[in-house]
């Protein structure tokens, strides 16, 4: 088992895990089977990548064939926007565990601190172009997914993409019953998150690192956009530690205490980015990556700059 997180009700989740974003529901499967087989034991996923039954059928065929225990598995969804309203989270969730096929999630978190116009879009939005809200807040719907927990259909909570305020907000509501265990952000060597990473990790809350390579697959990625993978300063950490530069990414998370999912169909790798055990960073070579921050973001949320609970206004 892989190296691994204690998340504040006591359970582990391993450091690094298979994101699964993006990935074409004919590929999914097996990208998910090469990943459980090469050791990993923690799988990122989300109802709004529309590939949730084919990632269930990936953890069942390495079930079935005895290559894993479901309890030795770590498996992540999340609440999608246009369900946060109080009557719609159990049921959203419960569409989840049915295409994974799976009787509870080890952890689900809110996608994001903004609820959207129930519906079947993903991203309603006005004649405008601006996103149309719900009538929730990310509080209620908090209690709701709280909710689940005692219901026993999620054994953790977490949230993601939740700024500072966002997140004492959730710390202070009244009546509380169960804090988020992680807060899942986008975090690479040109977005560092330092003040963010800080403040989650004093309040007992764990780090999970999205786009770590920087989404290079990125559907809207743009001609001259800087790009991780190419970075001459990253290649030449890699080679002095005769790794790859996506290894050297990875690690860099794990230096940090912050856990890491990066994305592949490809099994070589999805191999390859598991093997970063073997080696340490240097105090120094964290960093010279940590000097890299630009504070430049591959997810944007434009969709959604006219939502009152916009995260990344805030300086963090």
């Known amino acids: 088992m892989a190296s691994a997180l204690t998340l504040n009700t006591g359970a582990r989740m391993p450091i690094i895990g298979l994101g699964t974003w993006k990935s074409k529901p004919g590929e999914v499967t097996e990208a998910v089977k090469a990943a459980i087989l090469t050791g990993y034991r923690h799988i990122d996923g989300a109802h709004v990548y529309q590939n949730e039954e084919e990632v269930g059928a990936g953890v069942h065929a390495m079930i079935d064939q005895g290559v894993v225990k479901r309890e030795e598995l770590f498996i992540v969804s999340k609440l999608w926007c246009t369900y946060h309203e109080r009557s719609l989270v159990r049921g959203a969730c419960e569409k989840t565990l049915s295409d994974l096929k799976l009787d509870y999630l080890d952890l689900y978190l809110m996608h994001f601190p903004m609820g959207l116009k129930p519906g079947e879009e993903f991203f309603p939005r006005d004649s405008e172009g601006n996103s149309i809200p719900d009538?929730?807040?990310?509080?209620?719907?908090?209690?709701e997914m709280e909710k689940l927990v005692d219901a026993g259909l999620v054994k953790a909570i977490g949230i993601s993409n939740f700024n500072r305020s966002q997140i004492e907000a959730v710390l202070n509501k009244p009546g509380l019953k169960y804090k988020p265990v992680t807060n899942q952000i986008e975090c690479h060597p040109y977005l560092t998150q330092e003040k963010l990473i800080n403040f989650c990790h004093s309040k007992g809350i764990t780090v999970t690192a999205y786009s770590p390579l920087g989404s290079p697959d990125r559907p809207w990625a743009k001609?001259?956009?800087?790009?991780?993978?190419?970075?001459p300063k990253i290649r030449a950490i890699a080679d002095k530690y005769k790794k790859t530069a996506a290894q050297i990414l990875i690690r860099f998370h794990i230096e940090r205490n912050v856990a890491v999912i990066p994305k592949?169909?490809?099994?070589?790798?999805?191999?390859?980015?598991?093997?970063?055990?073997?080696?340490?960073?240097?105090?120094?070579d964290v960093n010279t990556i940590m000097s890299f921050n630009r504070n430049w973001r591959t997810i944007t949320m434009d969709w959604a700059l006219n939502h009152k609970d916009f995260p990344l206004n805030a300086e963090y």
Do not use: A, C
């Open 135 to 143: 009538n929730s807040t990310y509080l209620e719907t908090w209690e």
């Open 223 to 231: 001609p001259g956009d800087p790009s991780l993978l190419e970075e």
């Open 264 to 284: 592949s169909v490809n099994p070589k790798r999805i191999k390859e980015n598991f093997q970063v055990f073997d080696f340490k960073l240097s105090k120094e």
